[in-house]
């Protein structure tokens, strides 16, 4: 998977990667041409006092060291910029891949998983791309070469090489192979403190509310006590591979000076071909250490990019239509009406043993409300998110003006709903540019009266910046009830054809919602209004009422008749309200 995202990332940089590797060439060729010009410093300028040659060769010397910087310069800007753009590009593919996940895919990786794999796993993989531009194109051809212009200086004293470069690179493999477990462990650590952090944070009122801080400080204390233990695993092997290569060597070192020494006293070996020699051994050494420093890498971006492709090779299960129908084109030119049916809906989740909805059929046509009331766990927010298009039925369709939501382009679809889910999001920003979240050219006008239908205009208003105040991520500036009206304005100010509100109003006193649903009533008149509730108060003038439990449609009519004849609606209602209050 590594090769196949660097071959897919790196296409549209690859003559940044040619001229880099031409630069790479040049700078190596250049650093294995310096010790041969050294060891002519010496062995002809130095042992028979010629100055010019001195002068002359030094000379030679600083323009090729020049020359050496200056392609080491530009092959590390063209390799920054190509991995940080590849970085940057599979970053940008792994959020838009995401934001088509339906919650059944999000649900299957987890929010902290797929954090971790646009942020981190990237990073990785790009890191070791970065390395790969300088250390994987210089070390072949600095210990080929090397080993070459070790040759040249003297045939017997390579012999040494035989010995040494086997010895590096078999105690290097043997640190490897046990890094490796280390590294394919570290990345699943990360999720997990990620995932108890990411939970910590989001319920810390309710950590704080049951007084459970030290139990979480555990929890987490625990999930960073594995990650300790897996880096400093890791840790430890890298820390004892450096002195290991330093002592390897420092022994070649040795040897090279012990054996050069001999034949320089017999006459056979110069001395600067000796320090010449000795630098190209150095050379070669740095090269397989590097290598092996770049093999240790490579498996921990192997797999990061297992995880990244998971994630880009996931299919959502909420595909878009290749043939998507127009509604327009279906309604005479009229537009949209709104009328909403589900056939014989079904859904099961994944690994379910029971399905969450079973045979639903019911139709809510415009200008009127259809209120889902229902027990905890009867299916009330899955049915309602199946007209978005969150899930998909697995059995039986949703229509929209007859056709099957599934053959609407998502567009489409969402142009037409105006959804207000349970839970109350909001983005950081201001409290207008969440209300343009759901009308993008909406005026100033247009969201004070959005506020207003939704109760809540008096708040905003007393707020300093009024529209421009400040929300925090999530919209924990604000209260769950003002969370809520917000929430409400936002799908109001779509006038959307069909209304879908998830208990919206769950968070508001009796007299607030009283107020709110009236002044829904007239924005509401010709769309579409599909209400899920647990409060009877809320949905009591409802034109229609549907009863779930366990995922069946057991009542339907308006709160007179389900009053008067069904048992399931009888006691959600004498659980709230007494029967004189309901009647």
């Known amino acids: 998977m590594l090769v196949t995202l660097g071959r897919r990332y790196l296409r549209p940089y690859l003559p940044a990667v040619l001229v880099l590797l031409v630069l790479?060439?040049?700078?190596?060729?250049?650093?294995?041409?310096?010790?041969?010009?050294?060891?002519?410093?010496?062995?002809?300028?130095?042992?028979?006092?010629?100055?010019?040659?001195?002068?002359?060769?030094?000379?030679?010397?600083?323009?090729?060291?020049?020359?050496?910087?200056l392609c080491s310069i530009g092959a590390v800007v063209l390799g920054a910029k190509a991995a940080t753009s590849f970085g940057r590009d599979l970053r940008h593919d792994l959020f838009t891949t995401v934001q088509t996940f339906s919650a059944r895919e999000v649900g299957k990786f987890g929010a902290?998983?797929?954090?971790?794999?646009?942020?981190?796993?990237?990073?990785?993989?790009?890191?070791?791309?970065?390395?790969?531009?300088?250390?994987?194109?210089?070390?072949?051809?600095?210990?080929?070469?090397?080993?070459?212009?070790?040759?040249?200086?003297?045939?017997?004293l390579s012999g040494l090489l035989l010995v040494i470069v086997p010895?590096?690179?078999?105690?290097?493999?043997?640190?490897?192979?046990?890094?490796?477990?280390?590294?394919?462990?570290?990345?699943?650590?990360?999720?997990?403190?990620?995932?108890?952090?990411?939970?910590?944070?989001?319920?810390?009122?309710?950590?704080?509310?049951?007084?459970?801080?030290?139990?979480?400080?555990?929890?987490?204390g625990q999930a960073n006590e594995d990650l300790y233990r897996t880096q400093l695993?890791?840790?430890?092997?890298?820390?004892?591979?450096?002195?290991?290569?330093?002592?390897?060597?420092?022994?070649?070192?040795?040897?090279v000076l012990?054996?050069?020494?001999?034949?320089?006293?017999?006459?056979?070996?110069?001395?600067?071909?000796?320090?010449?020699?000795?630098?190209?051994?150095?050379?070669?050494?740095?090269?397989?250490?590097?290598?092996?420093?770049?093999?240790?890498?490579?498996?921990?971006?192997?797999?990061?990019?297992?995880?990244?492709?998971?994630?880009?090779?996931?299919t959502t299960t909420v595909a878009e239509p290749e043939h998507p129908v127009s509604l327009t084109s279906l309604s005479d030119g009229d537009g949209p009406q709104g009328l909403l049916e589900l056939q014989g809906v079904e859904f099961h989740y994944p690994g379910a043993a029971e399905p969450v909805l079973n045979d639903v059929t019911f139709r809510a046509e415009p200008g009127t409300?259809?209120?889902?009331?229902?027990?905890?766990?009867?299916?009330?927010?899955?049915?309602?998110?199946?007209?978005?298009?969150?899930?998909?039925?697995?059995?039986?369709?949703?229509?929209?003006?007859?056709?099957?939501?599934?053959?609407?382009?998502t567009q489409d679809l969402g142009s037409m709903l105006g959804l207000v889910p349970q839970k109350a999001f909001l983005f950081s920003g201001t409290i207008a540019s969440n209300l343009r979240y759901g009308k993008p050219d909406a005026t100033e006008a247009e969201m004070w009266e959005a506020l207003e239908v939704a109760q809540a205009r008096d708040f905003v208003e007393a707020l300093p910046e009024g529209l421009e105040a400040p929300v925090a991520q999530g919209g924990t500036t604000f209260s769950g009830g003002q969370r809520q009206r917000l929430a409400i304005?936002?799908?109001?100010?779509?006038?959307?054809?069909?209304?879908?509100?998830?208990?919206?109003?769950?968070?508001?006193?009796?007299?607030?919602?009283?107020?709110?649903?009236?002044?829904?009533?007239?924005?509401?008149?010709?769309?579409?209004?599909?209400?899920?509730?647990?409060r009877v108060a809320t949905i009591r003038d409802a034109d229609q009422i549907l009863v779930l439990e366990h995922g069946r449609i057991v009542g339907r009519g308006t709160h007179a008749e389900l009053l008067a004849d069904n048992e399931t609606y009888q006691e959600i209602v004498t659980s709230q309200m007494s029967l004189e209050e309901a009647a």
Do not use: C, H
């Open 112 to 156: 902290p998983s797929l954090i971790t794999r646009t942020t981190n796993d990237v990073q990785q993989i790009q890191m070791v791309l970065l390395m790969g531009f300088t250390i994987m194109v210089m070390a072949p051809i600095m210990m080929v070469g090397g080993v070459i212009m070790a040759l040249r200086q003297d045939v017997a």
């Open 369 to 409: 409300v259809t209120a889902v009331i229902g027990s905890t766990g009867a299916g009330k927010t899955t049915l309602l998110n199946l007209v978005p298009r969150l899930f998909d039925a697995t059995g039986g369709s949703v229509r929209i003006d007859g056709v099957d939501v599934r053959d609407l382009a």
């Open 489 to 534: 304005a936002r799908a109001v100010i779509r006038r959307p054809r069909i209304y879908l509100f998830d208990d919206s109003f769950s968070a508001l006193d009796y007299a607030t919602d009283a107020r709110l649903r009236a002044a829904l009533a007239p924005r509401t008149q010709d769309a579409t209004v599909l209400i899920v509730a647990q």
């Open 167 to 220: 010895v590096l690179g078999i105690v290097m493999g043997i640190l490897l192979s046990r890094m490796v477990p280390y590294f394919r462990a570290m990345q699943g650590r990360i999720d997990s403190i990620n995932g108890v952090l990411r939970e910590q944070i989001s319920g810390l009122r309710v950590v704080r509310a049951f007084v459970r801080e030290q139990r979480e400080i555990e929890r987490f």
């Open 233 to 255: 695993g890791a840790g430890k092997l890298m820390a004892l591979a450096f002195p290991v290569v330093m002592l390897i060597m420092n022994l070649s070192s040795v040897s």
């Open 24 to 69: 790479q060439l040049l700078q190596t060729l250049a650093s294995l041409y310096l010790p041969t010009l050294n060891a002519d410093i010496i062995d002809n300028g130095v042992v028979k006092q010629d100055i010019g040659y001195i002068w002359s060769t030094g000379g030679w010397m600083l323009g090729v060291s020049l020359g050496q910087v």
């Open 258 to 314: 012990w054996f050069g020494a001999k034949q320089i006293d017999a006459g056979t070996m110069q001395v600067g071909s000796l320090t010449a020699f000795l630098s190209y051994l150095m050379q070669i050494l740095m090269a397989v250490m590097m290598s092996t420093m770049m093999v240790m890498m490579v498996p921990r971006a192997s797999v990061a990019a297992d995880r990244a492709g998971a994630v880009l090779g996931t």
